[in-house]
């Protein structure tokens, strides 16, 4: 069985209803457990529609009590009518006022074409008045999930509203370490996303080391491990120095596109795409590497062909830059792998072109669930279902529109991290 993402539903059936809108027609009488794989899924996408329309009828509701009656009355109504906490209710009235601006998003999100969230995403980013392309904005949210969507819009912000976002971060930042009454402990904590990076860099490269080197039997780390015992294992070796293993260097990625006529480097941000603040900038740079895109500091090809499996360094850094993480999901590139997407085993050549950032979970969908990377209609690769047609001008299962001259106008800066002793 397998559950899949809203935006691989094709072919629903709707209904024209009052004023000539659609609705997904479903049955919620019918017995999911009678229904075939294939009519769960179809199932799925309808109730999708369904509830995408409910949530976006409850925020023209909301919309207009806040009109009314101003916004407090409005998030306390959805409390006492909805019962739901009093942070949601705040935060559903703030965005259904916010869409008072952006009335397209407002009707796509009422047709069912958008989530909540994309609209969430939207509202914030289009609240700029130099980057309101909200058609464009749109275009993106119904060909990907949300969370990569927000990936996507993150090198819309200003610099100067990333340095006051960094701050507020900063200021909000916390940690908590308790024992509970078995004797047991709870790690937590919230870092703002210059220090959250270098976390989850350091954090995944002790993670990576503990996945290929595994300790020698005689530690304490015997028996079978699961990817969450890894983790832990990863997390603990970190703070505390002690681990079966050497502890590993480690290295962030920034990011910048380089301006040919101004001779000057713009728009800094990590591989997730997060802009760099400002404040953050010469710390980084005074530590860094400049390193052309195209190469790596050995100058290793981005073409290997069948000599090697394993990607090179340089090839790793270009992922990083181009894909900005697992292609199909949020996850960081620092905790995703290179993946051929013609598989090696297959003939697939280690070249830029055939690779794409994968996380474990996604990796796991392909070669254990018979998913299938393929390009969407923007020409960015994630994940479709078993039995997916491949679009009609495929003509070949390679990362779309890639080649070295794409590379040129990217520069990476590596800012190496020496471990502690």
Sequence with gaps: MFVVPLHYVTGMELVTGPGGSHRAAVDFDADVGEFSDAELVEELGRVGVLRAQAEARLADIAAEVARRDGGRAASEAMRYKLHVSARQANAEVALAESLREHPVTAAEWRAGRITAGH???????????????????????????????????????????????????????????????????????????????????????????????????????????????????????????????????????????????????????????????????????AQAQILPAIFSADGDPLWLGRAARRASLGQRIVLAARDGGCVNCAAPADAAAPHHIRWHSRGGPTDIDNLALLCDRCHHLIHDDDWHLRPNNHNHQHLQPPDTPPPANQTAVIHPGFCAGCLLWISVFVWWVLAAA
């Design 119 to 285: 609209a969430r995403v939207i509202a914030r980013v289009a609240s700029d008045p130099e980057h309101c392309d909200e058609a464009a904005l749109l275009a993106m949210a119904c060909d990907h999930p949300v969370d990569v969507f927000s990936r996507m819009t993150r090198r819309w912000m200003k610099p100067e509203r990333s340095a006051d976002e960094r701050r507020r971060q900063r200021q909000a930042r916390w940690a908590s370490l308790v024992q509970d009454p078995d004797g047991s402990w709870r790690l937590s904590a919230c870092f703002d996303a210059d220090a959250g990076k270098s976390v989850s860099v350091a954090f995944n490269a002790m993670l990576r080391r503990f996945r290929n080197d595994p300790p020698p039997p005689a530690t304490i780390y015997d028996g079978e491990r699961s990817g969450a015992h890894l983790r832990a294992d990863a997390l603990a070796s970190l703070i505390t120095g002690q681990a079966p293993c050497e502890r590993p260097d480690t290295m962030l990625l920034v990011i910048a596109d380089y301006d040919i006529c101004s001779q000057q480097l713009r728009g800094l941000r990590y591989d997730d795409a997060q802009p760099v603040a400002p404040d953050h900038i010469a710390r980084l740079c």
